[in-house]
């Protein structure tokens, strides 16, 4: 008789203990990946698909009110996101060719885009000239989705 209402006065303890604590709300916090202001686009090109995905939207790249730099994908966006993400690179062409045994200095990586639509990925700075294209691609597949000239 003791030991089970010793574990109803436990099991009683830990529910109050539960029940009283409820999870705080944080503020959101501000999204550093949005551009202040207008973006000033300083070079953009159309996306052109590859290997039967349905690649399109127009990759830009800008600075915004403050002097940040931001690659976007306009609201037309729109690429195959069946692995979740796709891997976002500035490249200086069409083609992705990697060399991870010793980095590849054709190719610099932004990021990952995990939704159509708009999407903005703010740069540490200008982007060199050197490169002309970003390039879409899908790790898992090892195949491009789609590259935009940038002009």
Known sequence: MKKSVLILMVLGILSIGFMSCEKEETPEPIDTSLPTGMLNVQKSGDFVAQNGTPTMGTAAIGLDEDGDNFLRFNNGFATELATGTVSVYFS?????????????PDLRVVGAVSKNGDNF?????????????????????????????LQ
Do not use: M
């Not at 200086?92 to 590849?104: I, K, L, Q, Y």
């Not at 540490?124 to 491009?144: E, M, N, Q, R, Y």
């Open 121 to 149: 990925f703010k740069l540490d700075g200008p982007v060199d000239s050197k490169f002309t294209h970003v390039i879409l691609w899908c790790g898992s597949a090892s195949i491009p989705f789609g590259y935009a000239p």
């Open 92 to 104: 200086t062409s069409e083609n992705f060719v990697a060399d991870p045994a010793n980095g590849n």
